[in-house]
């Protein structure tokens, strides 16, 4: 009896590596191989001054920059995938009209011919070095007083959270979209083991822990392939961070919204503001909900 015991448990832990192994590459194989073809392409026709920002490296950040005479205060605005420097048009038009620098930062230009889409709809920690040279440089130009603030949309919005974190001089962020990729992975795996994982134990419903643990082996996983790191939201929203306005559409299907409930749960509730803009898809707030997105943040820079 304990021979067959110890054989049982011999074979299930077997299975269970093998198990890992496999499903692991096959998750972070999934995620590493999508490329983000954006919806529709804005016109590359925008107000502002362009100016090239160097890092660290020599290598070239490319931006738009508006200077409002006089302002003590600036929003850095960081496009979504798919988008350019000259996306902030579409989502931050009305900032410079309430006394601010707008200064709108490329994230495309420095992925190189490898495919501007390229793993570019997830947020990566060399985006957020390039978002932080930016900061810098904003504090150089416009003065070491300047109050900044972050403006991120989808994946922006994601590299713009990140690096609030890392430089005192960012007062507060605004959020359009921000997403966890972890949570994006367990949708995937919620939806998929049934159909993928043979022999499958589980049925239609995997347990959670199941789908927790392989979640984050395929993010870990996709690191080590990718050669990069990515954003972990999920881990910075437990972190002290400035102000920050979450703005998200109601019937977004990138995000949706057991996402926001998640994050809710995981943030800090007294630094978070939320706005959920009725029938807007993911990308659409400003679209379906211009008069209350104006508002709201206007309201909340105001504040900060």
Same mark, same amino acid.
């Given at each position: 009896?304990?021979f067959?015991?110890?054989?049982?448990?011999?074979v299930?832990?077997?299975?269970?590596?093998?198990?890992?192994?496999?499903? %692991?590459?096959?998750?972070?194989?999934?995620?590493v191989?999508? *490329?983000?073809?954006?919806? &529709?392409?804005?016109p590359?026709?925008?107000?502002?001054?362009?100016?090239?920002?160097?890092?660290?490296?020599?290598?070239?950040?490319?931006?738009?920059?508006? #200077?409002? +005479?006089?302002?003590?205060?600036?929003?850095?605005f960081?496009?979504?995938?798919?988008?350019?420097?000259?996306?902030?048009?579409?989502?931050?038009y009305? *900032?410079?009209? =309430?006394?601010?620098?707008?200064?709108?930062?490329?994230?495309e230009?420095?992925?190189?011919? #490898?495919g501007?889409?390229?793993?570019?709809q997830?947020?990566?920690?060399?985006?957020?070095e390039?978002l932080?040279?930016?900061?810098? $440089?904003?504090?150089?130009? =416009?003065?070491?007083?300047?109050?900044i603030a972050?403006?991120?949309?989808?994946?922006?919005?994601?590299?713009?959270?990140?690096a609030?974190?890392? &430089?005192p001089?960012?007062?507060?962020?605004?959020?359009?979209?921000?997403?966890?990729?972890?949570?994006?992975?367990?949708?995937?795996?919620?939806?998929?083991?049934?159909?993928?994982?043979?022999?499958?134990?589980?049925?239609?419903? %995997?347990?959670? $822990?199941v789908?927790?643990?392989f979640?984050?082996? @395929?993010? $870990?996983?996709? +690191?080590?392939?990718?050669?990069?790191?990515?954003?972990?939201?999920?881990?910075?929203?437990r972190?002290?961070?400035p102000?920050t306005?979450?703005?998200?559409?109601? %019937?977004?299907?990138?995000?949706?919204?057991?996402?926001r409930?998640?994050?809710?749960r995981?943030?800090r509730?007294?630094?978070?503001?939320? =706005?959920? *803009?009725?029938?807007?898809?993911?990308?659409e707030?400003?679209?379906? @909900?211009r008069?209350?997105?104006?508002?709201?943040?206007?309201?909340?820079? @105001?504040?900060?």
């Amino acid at each position: 009896m304990r021979f067959f015991l110890l054989f049982a448990a011999l074979v299930v832990g077997a299975y269970g590596v093998w198990a890992a192994f496999k499903y %692991t590459r096959l998750i972070a194989n999934i995620f590493v191989s999508l *490329v983000y073809r954006p919806a &529709d392409e804005l016109p590359l026709v925008s107000r502002g001054e362009k100016v090239n920002i160097l890092d660290s490296s020599d290598r070239e950040i490319e931006g738009l920059l508006l #200077e409002c +005479q006089g302002a003590s205060r600036a929003v850095i605005f960081c496009h979504e995938s798919g988008g350019a420097k000259e996306s902030w048009e579409k989502y931050a038009y009305f *900032v410079p009209a =309430l006394g601010y620098h707008l200064l709108s930062v490329d994230f495309e230009n420095g992925r190189g011919e #490898e495919g501007k889409n390229s793993l570019s709809q997830w947020p990566t920690r060399e985006d957020v070095e390039r978002l932080l040279v930016a900061v810098r $440089w904003a504090k150089k130009a =416009l003065g070491p007083d300047i109050k900044i603030a972050l403006f991120g949309v989808s994946n922006g919005a994601d590299i713009a959270f990140a690096a609030s974190l890392e &430089d005192p001089s960012v007062r507060a962020v605004v959020a359009d979209g921000l997403f966890s990729m972890k949570e994006i992975f367990r949708d995937y795996i919620r939806k998929w083991a049934p159909v993928l994982v043979r022999p499958n134990f589980f049925g239609e419903n %995997t347990p959670d $822990w199941v789908v927790h643990l392989f979640a984050g082996l @395929g993010f $870990w996983y996709s +690191q080590r392939r990718s050669g990069r790191r990515f954003v972990d939201v999920e881990d910075l929203m437990r972190k002290p961070h400035p102000p920050t306005l979450m703005i998200y559409g109601e %019937t977004d299907d990138y995000i949706p919204s057991s996402h926001r409930e998640f994050l809710g749960r995981a943030g800090r509730s007294d630094s978070v503001k939320w =706005l959920v *803009v009725p029938g807007a898809g993911h990308n659409e707030s400003v679209i379906l @909900g211009r008069e209350s997105y104006e508002k709201e943040i206007m309201d909340f820079l @105001g504040r900060v």
